[in-house]
């Protein structure tokens, strides 16, 4: 294992190969231009690709994000975007994965506890704090 500190939207076949399993993990919500960094990231990937994300918006079935202004989530200035699940696999397919499939969601017991953290340590109103949720997804070729 050879270990790089490379920009994730630096990535490419060139910078680091290919691989047949990529794992992007907590990084599409920090990006400021999230489907160029899912190009990127879907131009090393041979087979599969393991992304986990913040979600927003859950209940719009379009695909859409929101943008988190300042440090609107939770605090953190390196917040950008929370897409919706359709957005994530939409924005997946539109990078080449014919195959995207949702494999896994917070429960809403996690949601409250994390509505209520953000109530109370950032102000977030809780309503808005329901909305912000996890998601991964496996997308394959």
Not at 42 to 69: C, G, H, W
Not at 79 to 108: H, T, Y
């Amino acid at each position: 294992v050879e270990d790089k500190e490379v920009e994730v939207l630096d990535i490419s076949p060139n910078t680091v190969g290919t691989f047949d399993v990529v794992l992007f993990l907590g990084v599409l919500y920090h990006m400021r231009h999230p489907l160029l960094a899912l190009e990127r990231v879907a131009s090393v990937t041979k087979e599969l690709l393991i992304l986990e994300t913040q979600i927003d918006q859950n209940l719009s079935p379009r695909p859409s994000m929101v943008f988190y202004p300042n440090s609107e989530l939770l605090g953190d200035s390196t917040n950008w975007w929370g897409p919706n699940i359709p957005a994530v696999i939409a924005m997946l397919k539109e990078v080449g994965f014919s195959d995207v499939r949702l494999v896994w969601k917070s429960k809403l017991r996690s949601r409250l506890k994390g509505a209520w953290h953000a109530r109370t340590k950032h102000g977030t109103p809780v309503s808005h704090g329901l909305q912000y949720n996890r998601a991964a997804f496996h997308a394959r070729r």
